[in-house]
């Protein structure tokens, strides 16, 4: 089952991102499977999940940059806008720092891309650029990853979209750029109240941002849930237990992940620390230690376990 995240979205019920049955396949590889994806307006978003698990084809497809085989999207309680429509609100790094305008001089190609949006911001574009460091005067062709990286942030954010899809937006960057990047991010979404959907292997770099979570695991969507809940409400719990125990039907559907050693247990278990209490204290167990796992470690425990909710 996958936690849906209804519950927080804006009272009209409008999601900046809603997908309902995406399904692609790839020959014969499911690449997405029934996904069901909500993005609550002004959301941040983050999409977890290993190599090859779908988040890329899932953020192309949302750019109908790659044609699905069934399902829908909707943007902004929108499913019928064209591509351009839809891209028109959208600020978009793929997770590929290769550009078809290889030969184009940066500041030309930045100029190029600028006329495609009504909205371009030149002073906030120049803004960028000098808080990225961007050299104008060289071929995009022959930028390191990171250099490129840094040019398509500008093309993705100076328009200032309703929407940001950012696949792996800081792979390539040093640390210091990285920094600068989730400071950039942080003043846009204060400022615009954007919504962003990002894919990362750098939790550590989003931690301070993200307040969704969604897991991937070979192209379904495991876990969809509310960075309040995972950090309340997912729990690393050490027991010492009687001889002959055996936990309750409900406690054992709460378990994620089981450890025992003689008549001690360590569980991972989803639901309310003081409720989890005392199912655990009317069984006989005593409770050792019982502690939320946070945002970060929680990711890494449903991405282990294929989402577990």
């Not at 591509?83 to 997770?95: E, F, K, L, M, T």
């Not at 620390?273 to 970060?296: I, K, N, W, Y």
Request: glycine residues 10%; proline residues 4%.
């Amino acid at each position: 089952m996958t936690l849906e995240l209804s519950h927080a979205l804006d009272s009209d019920g409008v999601a900046a991102v809603r997908t309902r049955g995406l399904t692609r396949w790839f020959g014969d590889h499911c690449a997405l499977d029934e996904v069901g994806l909500i993005v609550p307006k002004g959301a941040v978003y983050v999409l977890a999940g290993a190599n090859g698990a779908g988040k890329t084809t899932l953020l192309r497809s949302l750019m109908e940059l790659s044609r699905v085989d069934r399902g829908t999207v909707e943007l902004f309680g929108d499913g019928e806008a064209s591509p351009a429509q839809r891209r028109a609100q959208i600020g978009y790094v793929p997770d590929n720092h290769e550009f078809g305008y290889r030969w184009m001089r940066v500041g030309e190609l930045l100029a190029s891309h600028a006329g495609y949006f009504p909205h371009w911001d030149r002073s906030y574009a120049a803004e960028l650029n000098a808080r990225f460091s961007i050299d104008d005067r060289p071929r995009f062709g022959q930028l390191s990853r990171g250099q490129a990286r840094r040019v398509q942030l500008v093309m993705a954010l100076a328009h200032r979209p309703r929407l940001l899809l950012l696949d792996e937006p800081s792979e390539g960057l040093d640390p210091l750029v990285r920094d600068e990047l989730g400071a950039v991010l942080a003043e846009f979404l204060a400022e615009s109240g954007a919504s962003l959907l990002m894919s990362t292997h750098h939790m550590h770099d989003v931690i301070g941002l993200a307040d969704h979570l969604g897991v991937l695991v070979d192209g379904r969507l495991a876990a969809q849930v509310s960075r309040a809940r995972l950090e309340t409400e997912l729990n690393q719990i050490h027991a010492r237990v009687p001889e002959g125990w055996s936990a309750s039907r409900d406690l054992e559907s709460a378990v994620l992940e089981r450890k025992s050693a003689g008549r001690e247990i360590s569980w991972t278990m989803w639901g309310s620390p003081d409720a989890l209490q005392r199912e655990l204290v009317a069984t006989g167990a005593e409770v050792l230690s019982l502690d939320p796992l946070g945002f970060e470690h929680a990711t890494r425990c449903l991405l282990r376990l294929g989402g577990g909710v």
